[in-house]
């Protein structure tokens, strides 16, 4: 059995020069996601779940600490990581289908072998039949659809997800969260989820993370032990109100000492 956790973010800082001061982002941010785990970053606004997400990706780079994937470290942005962005990202001049062939270029692959693969993400994520339409021809959840298909198409084996649900209204939101987690078994990927959302959290996630106030670092976990396949009924189970409940104060104390700590210093 191999041991060694997919994905390791170890001791990770991340500072910024602004025109006023130097902002610390991250501060010792630490955590492990193991082989086909689903985890969840949450926290307050700018408590850096989206710089952690980049570097990670290999978008941006540490002032210090280290990513590694399978025990190797990060150094930039690679195929063994997919990326989908809450922007929908997408080429409007391409059809879905060519969004996803564009991401396959540059593989040993032929321009057939490159059709085939795109057709069959767009019929796992259900747009078999918009497969020629532009992105200004589908609406936002099935923009985010093509943006997942695309992802997946050259076959990462982890999936950075930041905010890709945040702009879609509640009920797409919800039939996002269920397609994700029907992907995401289908495919079995180490998933890093970035959202604001606890409750979608605990929906789609192994474990959830929350991190403190900038800079950001991770404070709690709380595994999520409901049953797999999810289903929305479980919203109204107990346990599910119980998780809702720690993640929530958790956030929430993390606010309140954030006010405290402006107030302070005003």
């Known amino acids: 059995m191999n041991d060694v956790p997919k994905l390791v973010v170890r001791e990770l800082r991340k500072e910024f020069d602004t025109r006023k001061e130097r902002v610390e982002a991250l501060d010792d941010a630490t955590l492990e996601l193991a082989v086909n785990e689903f985890v969840s970053l949450v926290g307050t606004s700018g408590c850096g779940k989206s710089t952690l997400l980049s570097i990670v990706a290999g978008l941006q780079e540490p002032t210090s600490g280290a990513v590694l994937v399978d025990g190797h470290p990060v150094d930039g942005p690679g195929r063994d990581r997919g990326v989908v962005l809450q922007s929908y990202t997408l080429f409007p001049w391409l059809t879905a289908r060519e969004n996803i062939e564009f991401a396959l270029r540059g593989q040993s692959t032929s321009a057939a072998e490159r059709r085939s693969v795109a ?33 997946l198409s050259y076959r990462p084996e982890i999936l950075l997800m930041d905010e890709p649900f945040g702009a879609l209204d509640a009920l ?3 039939l996002m969260q269920e397609l994700l987690t029907k992907v995401w078994e289908r495919h079995r990927l180490t998933v890093l989820f970035v959202t604001h959302d606890v409750e979608e ?3 789609v996630s192994d474990r959830v993370l929350v991190m403190t106030n900038r800079p950001g670092r991770i404070k709690q976990e709380v595994l999520v032990d409901l049953p ?19 993640v929530l104060e958790s956030i929430r104390e993390e606010s309140v000492s954030g006010e405290r700590e402006r107030g302070m210093a005003a």
């Not at 918009?130 to 936002?140: I, K, M, R, T, V």
């Open 119 to 151: 057709d069959e993400q767009l019929a796992l994520v259900g747009l078999e039949r918009f497969a020629d339409a532009h992105p200004n021809q589908l609406s936002g959840g099935m923009k985010q659809r093509v943006a997942i298909a695309r992802a």
């Open 172 to 174: 797409t939101r919800q």
């Open 201 to 203: 959290a605990i929906y």
């Open 228 to 246: 797999r396949p999810r289903s929305y009924d479980m919203l109204a189970s107990p346990r599910f109100g119980e998780l809702y409940g720690e």
